[in-house]
Nanobody, 113 residues
């Protein structure tokens, strides 16, 4: 059974940083591209960043240059380093295998002074 558990969210001031982690169960993690999504109140869920098996990355324009996605296949974990946070980054953040229909429970990120 595939399980994804996000952690690392919290309350941070504008300009601050957070590092999100997503731990995956099972033995398929290294075979799939992974993504971080977010959903703000009243808005649709959006794709923020992706990383392939070969470590190729891609970012939404809104986070490019501020967020960095990475993965550690030995730990079955994908990370999202978020710097220079803005109030508009406030959302629940989720990780997901890009091509599998499994979601974690999400982790809340609140950027506020």
């Amino acid at each position: 059974q595939v399980q994804l558990v996000e952690s690392g969210g919290g309350l941070v001031q504008p300009g601050g940083s957070l590092r999100l982690s997503c731990a995956a169960s099972g033995n398929v993690f290294s075979l799939y591209a992974m993504g971080w999504y977010r959903q703000a109140p009243g808005k649709e869920r959006e794709l923020v960043a992706t990383i392939t098996r070969t470590l190729s990355t891609n970012y939404a324009d809104s986070v490019k240059g501020r967020f960095t996605i990475s993965r550690d296949n030995a730990k079955n974990t994908v990370y999202l380093q978020m710097n220079s946070l803005k109030t508009e980054d406030t959302a629940v953040y989720y990780c997901k295998y890009l091509t599998l229909p499994f979601w974690g429970q999400g982790t809340q990120v609140t950027v506020s002074s």
